[in-house]
């Protein structure tokens, strides 16, 4: 087992305790905080917001903020909707080619947890 997917399943038991304790309704930034302190509890590094900027050869075409950078090494997008969409993961996708990261999840706190898990680059096994 690679060290993305011991971290990966770290993140997603922090998703499950976060959700089982608030349920859902509540707006990203609850369960972002509430993630940052689960992912603090299990020894992970994270930061919040990260600043990400995107290039297009060698110029700065746009900016926006990660949700989570946990260890450096796997983006998360929250989401509190009802459904994930296609829309949701190829944005997540995006992400990853912009920034050279390799493993992205998509965490919702709807109803119940949502997870996907995308990598940059196409893989034909996924175990979540």
Do not use: W
Not at 69 to 98: F, M, N, P, W
Request: glycine share 8%; net charge negative.
């Amino acid at each position: 087992m690679s060290s993305d997917d011991v971290i990966t399943r770290q993140i997603i038991g922090a998703a499950y305790t976060v959700h089982k304790t608030l349920g859902s309704g509540f707006l990203e930034r609850v369960y972002e905080d509430a993630m940052g302190i689960e992912l603090t509890r299990s020894g992970l590094q994270f930061e919040q917001q990260a600043p990400i900027t995107v290039h297009y050869h060698g110029h700065v075409v746009g900016e926006y903020y990660a949700d989570l950078l946990i260890e450096g090494r796997i983006l998360c997008e929250l989401k509190a909707v009802d459904a994930i969409t296609s829309r949701h993961e190829v944005q997540l996708v995006h992400y990853l080619a912009a920034t050279g990261i390799e493993t992205g999840l998509l965490l919702n706190f709807g109803q119940r947890v949502e997870i996907r898990r995308k990598f940059r680059d196409y893989k034909t096994s996924c175990s979540s």
